[in-house]
């Protein structure tokens, strides 16, 4: 949960392009770490982002 909301957090202002920069990496450093058990959420959450802006520019 705290996955999804520091994504939505880190997506609001930013473009599409800029968006589309984030990476596990900025999300794991702007969550101060996450412990090991729970990596994959981080990367969950960035694969529900890529895939979010790709159906977006899909669909125009």
């Known amino acids: 949960m705290a ?3 520091a994504i939505t957090e880190m ?3 930013r473009t ?3 968006a589309r ?3 596990t990496e900025d999300l794991v450093q702007k969550l101060g770490g996450l ?9 969950l959450a960035i694969d ?3 895939a979010l802006l790709q ?5 125009g």
């Open 16 to 18: 599409t392009s800029e």
């Open 48 to 50: 529900t982002l890529t």
């Open 11 to 13: 997506v609001k202002g």
């Open 55 to 59: 159906n977006r520019n899909q669909n």
């Open 21 to 23: 920069e984030l990476r």
């Open 35 to 43: 412990p090991q058990g729970s990596a994959h959420a981080s990367h």
């Open 3 to 5: 996955c999804g909301s």
